[in-house]
T-cell receptor, first 111, second 114 residues
């Protein structure tokens, strides 16, 4: 009955590697999908996606949404130790004001 | 530039005690949310508010109460603390208008019930 499923649950890579994090969802009246980065404290906003096929990019991070297959990916290229964090995915619907979060992917980048 | 401020940062309670977790935001945001995050889990919505005087239940409201008397403040109350309420609690807010309005989070309150 989970609305948002993220994979993998955890990932350990070496600096310089490229990683792909996955988020699949199953909600009615989909509105948007959001990615957050959570280090030790509060989640911080990365991207909001509402349209299929349009890549959002910020430095080494990029994300894209597929509304037909109901998933999104978050790519991080040339990873650095500062990328180590939990990455959370959330979806919103046209009805209601709630954000539904997945369990997150824990990324550890080793020097 | 405070954003969303939560107090206290840490608290230990005994079973059956009550307490209020404070949350205030200075961005004039209409929407405010309370989440709990258990180890290895995502954020679960407890309560939310779309404006002063209006609150609604989220996914896990049992054992909690909220009020929203002002735009800035959204306190969360635990009446009879239970071990199952041991968690990290996050408050969040967002502005009016749905598009391009992500949530802004506070730094969290780590609560232990013993």
């Amino acid at each position: 009955e989970d609305k948002v499923v993220q994979s993998p649950l955890s990932l350990v890579v070496h600096e310089g590697d490229t990683v792909t994090l996955n988020c699949s969802y199953e909600v009615t009246n989909f509105r948007s999908l959001l990615w957050y980065k959570q280090e030790k404290k509060a989640p911080t906003f990365l991207f909001m996606l509402t349209s299929s096929g349009i890549e959002k990019k910020s430095g080494r991070l990029s994300s894209i949404l597929d509304k037909k297959e109901l998933f999104s990916i978050l790519n991080i290229t040339a990873t650095q130790t500062g990328d180590s964090a939990v990455y959370l995915c959330a979806v919103t619907m046209n009805t209601g004001n709630q954000f539904y979060f997945g369990t997150g992917t824990s990324l550890t980048v080793i020097p | 530039n405070a954003g969303v401020t939560q107090t206290p940062k840490f608290r230990i309670l005994k079973i059956g005690q009550s307490m209020t977790l404070q949350c205030t935001q200075d961005m004039n945001h209409n929407y405010m949310y309370w989440y709990r995050q258990d180890p290895g889990m995502g954020l679960k919505l407890i309560y939310y508010s779309v404006g002063a005087g209006i609150t609604d239940k989220g996914e896990v409201p049992n054992g909690y109460n909220v009020s929203r008397s002002t735009t800035e403040d959204f306190p969360l109350r635990l009446e009879l603390a239970a071990p199952s309420q041991t968690s990290v609690y996050f408050c969040a807010s967002r502005g009016w208008g749905f598009s391009n309005q992500p949530q802004h989070f506070g730094d969290g309150t780590r609560l232990s019930i013993l």
